[in-house]
């Protein structure tokens, strides 16, 4: 009985349970033009049951009692429909609007995707770069066609160099101007330069430091001038348009991200150790050089670097206004020692609505931030002692760096040479900066289509910086002195701005949009320091806390205030749409500066693009699902270069006055003329998008600083160049959805350009410049100013090999152009995959067609060091090097500087919600600077050692940097 009874059950249940489940079929279509649609998402709600439409738009899924099915695909509006008693069920998927009409943020405004003319390039906070990136640039690093970000060093905070379409100025800044939620930041870092003597001037840091990288939603690159011209003389290197994250109506939303890792050393250079050196001593026959130890100096000054990252936000709002505050709290410990850095950010922004339907409301936005910075001795000019890498690169590793009690060696017994162990003890350096952005902006909706925004923002900054040199050490000008030094530095930047916003259908199929405006901006920059030597008490002691223990002669003291830089401008732009096909963009803007002579204060810089949306023409029938064609032309101005260039300006020395420059009321802006042409396309139903642009920007007017002539006076005058710098290039972005299915997601994307520099129509001198540095190359110069050449193209003597160990050169050794360190080639690659709840990200960026100049190696381990310093390990070969062979620059020392890099990898996953309380949550492990693919010989090929003597730039030369440091880091990310 019970047997039957247990049958009886089991029909039951199964008959149950079937009758639970239904099998639902059905076809999928374009609402708009009926056609079937293969790979569409079709998903049980809230269950991971899915299956994708097939290669006639067919599909078949079997589910449960009650289900609502969810159709899911790229370009077209999710459509949610209950099973009912349904079994079959045809669905016709409308375009998605919304993602059709995407808001592109420009200069003073934002358009559709759809309209824009120009060469923009969006990059949305998905695909910035994740992982350890303190400042924005550092987040589009490889993610943008004809972009290239160069981290300096390896330094926390460390400066980088950002060329948008190459180097197109001799003398004035190359950096794109950068913009934060429409405030024209200045690029002035806050933090005060200092000056060691003999241990050089250290590097600046990244201007851009004080903006929190998790608060930024969205990265807008205006690469050509019809883009730029909008604004005018700041325009000419490209800009970067930075948009943070703002408040969404709804309830309080709370976010936090938490990321602890570690980062080392990525590179080190190949030196000998102990029993190498001492074996290289026996090849050479050298008696003396070995003391009997095996150290290693350069693992001695480096470590593990701890680093911690923490953010908060909160935000939310209603139709009367939204809100958003974040916090954040960033401790990277270097991977030299005594090398922190630590900041403290905060973010916050709302808009608020007033009046009857809201016709007038405020933007507020406030960005601060707090930077203390401890820095050790590495500077990009030191001299061949001065150098805490340089020295732990030359150290012998046969000598041991500390004393029997433990103290570090001070002198040497291979000779009065600097110990980087001592050299760590002795110096000592704090920076303590603080930088505010701070706006407000009224508007009111004057009529439906008429806005009036009144903006008024600050950007403020003050830092000071103490440094100290304990005078036990034994470099020349501290040894028994000491050294004290208390620099200041304070920045203000205001800008007032008008603007009319006009956006109206005008005829029937055509949209006009227009905006106008007046913008008046100003900026103040001083800089005081003051420092002094002969302490009495010169141990263990802060000396920068009592100068006045000081002797009266070694006291210095120095101020800055460069005259107040104004800049008045007309600015005018206009999108004409007509029937979504013919797209038109003039803009305008007139700058008046403060900068230039009486005759020429006035530029003009007029822009106008056309594009076709030839995909909505009645006789485009093809593959493609967009299909854009664009053209543009526009001048932009630069004026990155210092204040009162043009006036006479006088200068103050030790009860002194002098001339300092020259009076040119003739001196006008630097124009750079862009001609840009651009396909933009997608095929396989928006599967594969691609950009293609090709341009040509000739720069002209060049500015440029020289010495008087005699028999004027001795002092420094700026002109105007003749000459032409032609950038042209080919830039490609592709990205490809491989694959899209119920839980699975491959996404391809890439990026390649291909840039051309050259300097024509010059008849000016063939100035050189390029600056080397160390022991028996002072003051020499590798890179020469030449028509027909390239920007900063090396000039050397060429190498011809070692014969009878020493160096042969070709030609008698007469110089040539054998090198050029201009990329011809950049490249950036993604890879996204996903599969369920898991996720793993990669990002690659790469430079081909270009050369390095490895100071390093030539003038800090030479071969000559043998016996007493360190020196390279591939020095020692069968073709044995003289110790004698002197050193001099040559093609010897200049490598190629091809590399692909591993930047970021990222594998997370998505654990949703937990309980009541929390909405998602989310951990991941992130990479940085995982491994590079290079035959350069450095610490990294990645590598622009900034060294400006009297205003000439150097580029493409090593000079012993800070290492570059490869990153992990494990977080989490949970909403509540």
Do not use: C
Request: net charge negative.
């Amino acid at each position: 009985m019970k047997k039957y009874l247990l049958m009886l059950l089991s029909v039951f249940t199964m008959s149950f349970l079937m009758a639970q489940e239904r099998t639902i079929t059905g076809t999928i279509s374009d609402a708009e033009t009926g056609e079937t649609i293969p790979g569409v998402n079709i998903v049980e709600k809230g269950t991971s049951n899915g299956t994708v439409s097939d290669f006639d738009g067919n599909y078949r899924l079997t589910v449960g009692d009650g289900a609502t099915l969810v159709f899911t695909f790229i370009g077209y509006a999710a459509q949610e429909v209950a099973v009912g008693s349904r079994s079959v069920i045809d669905v016709a998927l409308a375009l998605d609007v919304q993602a059709l009409q995407e808001v592109v943020v420009i200069g003073y405004g934002s358009v559709k995707k759809s309209d824009l003319t120009g060469s923009v390039v969006q990059v949305g906070e998905r695909e910035l770069n994740k992982g350890l990136v303190m400042a924005p640039d550092q987040l589009i690093q490889g993610k943008a066609a004809g972009v290239q970000v160069i981290n300096n060093s390896g330094q926390p905070g460390g400066a980088t160099t950002v060329r948008i379409r190459g180097n197109a100025s001799i003398r004035t800044g190359n950096q794109p101007l950068f913009v934060v939620d429409g405030v024209q930041l200045t690029g002035i870092s806050s933090k005060p330069g200092t000056n060691a003597g003999d241990l050089g001037t250290s590097p600046t840091s990244n201007p851009l430091n004080f903006i929190n990288p998790a608060d930024i939603e969205s990265i807008q690159v205006l690469k050509d001038a019809s883009a730029t011209a909008i604004y005018g003389s700041r325009g000419a290197n490209g800009v970067v348009i930075v948009t943070t994250k703002k408040g969404k109506e709804g309830s309080v939303s709370v976010n936090l991200n938490s990321q602890v890792g570690f980062s080392n050393v990525l590179n080190e250079y190949d030196i000998l150790d102990g029993n190498e050196y001492r074996a290289a001593l026996s090849d050479y026959g050298l008696t003396g050089g070995d003391y009997g130890d095996n150290v290693d100096a350069f693992d001695e000054i480096t470590r593990t670097g701890i680093t911690q990252n923490h953010n908060v936000s909160f935000s939310g709002g209603n139709a009367d206004g939204t809100y958003r505050a974040s916090f954040g709290f960033f401790d990277q410990e270097g991977i030299v020692e005594k090398n922190d850095l630590r900041r403290v950010t905060a973010n916050l922004s709302g808009t608020y609505y007033f009046l009857n339907d809201n016709i007038a409301g405020v933007d507020l936005g406030l960005i601060a931030t707090n930077t203390i910075e401890d820095g050790p001795a590495v500077s990009t000019n030191a001299g061949f002692r001065g150098s805490l890498i340089g020295n732990a690169l030359q150290w012998n590793p046969t000598h041991p760096l500390y004393n029997n009690d433990g103290t570090p060696v001070v002198i040497p017994q291979f000779g009065n040479f600097t110990n980087p162990v001592a050299l760590l003890d002795a110096y000592h350096d704090r920076a303590n900066a603080t930088d505010i952005i701070a706006s407000i902006t009224p508007f009111i909706n004057i009529t439906d289509n008429l806005t009036y925004r009144l903006n008024y923002n600050v950007t403020k900054g003050s830092g000071t910086r103490r440094a100290r040199i304990e005078g036990f050490l034994n470099i020349q000008g501290i040894e028994n002195r000491g050294l004290a030094a208390f620099n200041q530095k304070n920045y203000i930047n205001q800008i007032v701005t008008h603007t009319l916003n006009f956006d109206q259908e005008i005829a029937d199929g055509v949209n006009l949009q227009v905006v106008a405006g007046y913008e008046f901006q100003s900026k103040k920059e001083t800089e005081t320091g003051f420092s002094a030597q002969d302490f009495i008490i010169m141990q263990d002691a802060d000396y920068t806390n009592f100068f006045q223990n000081s002797t009266t002669d070694s006291r210095g003291v120095f101020s800055t205030a460069p005259p107040e830089q104004k800049l008045s401008s007309w600015l005018a732009r206009g999108i004409v749409n007509i029937s979504d096909k013919y797209l038109i963009t003039a803009s305008f803007r007139a700058d008046g500066s403060s900068k230039f002579g009486e005759n020429n204060q006035y530029g003009f810089f007029p822009s106008v693009a056309f594009a076709w949306n030839l995909h909505n023409e009645s006789f485009f029938s093809t593959p493609f699902n967009d299909f854009k064609l664009r053209l543009g032309w526009g001048q932009t101005g630069n004026s990155e270069f210092e204040a009162g260039a043009a006036q006479e300006r006088w200068a103050f020395g030790q009860q002194s006055i002098f001339l300092e420059n020259v009076a040119n009321p003739d001196l006008q802006w630097e124009t750079s003329t862009t001609i840009n042409a651009g396909i933009d396309f997608s095929l396989l139903d928006y599967t594969l998008t691609a950009s293609i642009d090709y341009f040509t920007k000739e720069t002209v007017d060049l500015l440029f600083q020289q010495t008087v002539i005699s028999p004027g006076p001795s002092s420094l005058y700026w002109i105007n160049l003749d000459g032409k710098v032609v950038n042209s290039g080919l830039e490609i972005a592709l990205n490809y959805e491989a694959l899209n299915s119920n839980d699975m997601l491959l996404e391809i994307g890439a990026n390649v350009s291909f840039l051309s520099n050259e300097l024509t129509e010059y008849s000016g001198a063939n100035l050189e410049y390029g600056q080397l540095f160390g022991q028996g190359i002072s003051n020499a110069t590798i890179h020469r100013l030449e028509e027909g050449q390239p920007l900063n193209a090396f000039y050397l003597s060429e190498f011809d090999g070692i014969e009878n160990g020493v160096t042969t050169l070709k030609n008698n050794g007469e110089r040539a152009y054998v090198g050029d360190p201009n990329q011809d080639v950049i490249m950036g690659a993604t890879i996204n995959f996903e599969y369920q709840d898991f996720s793993v990200n990669l990002a690659f960026n790469g430079a081909y067609g270009h050369d390095i100049y490895n100071n390093t190696l030539n003038t800090v381990v030479p071969i000559g060091n043998l016996g007493t310093r360190n020196i390279a390990a591939d020095l020692l070969s069968s073709n044995q090097e003289s110790t004698a062979n002197p050193i001099a620059p040559s093609s010897r020392y200049l490598e190629n500087g091809n590399y692909t890099k591993l930047n970021n990898a990222t594998i997370s996953y998505n654990i949703g919600a937990i309980g009541d309380v929390i909405k998602n949550a989310r951990v991941y492990i992130t990479g940085s600077n995982l491994f590079v693919i290079t035959d350069y010989t450095g610490f990294d090929p990645e590598v622009n050692t900034v060294n400006t003597r009297n205003g000439l730039p150097s580029y493409g030369i090593e000079y012993i940097p800070y290492p570059s440091a490869r990153t992990i880091m494990f977080g989490t990310s949970i909403t509540f």
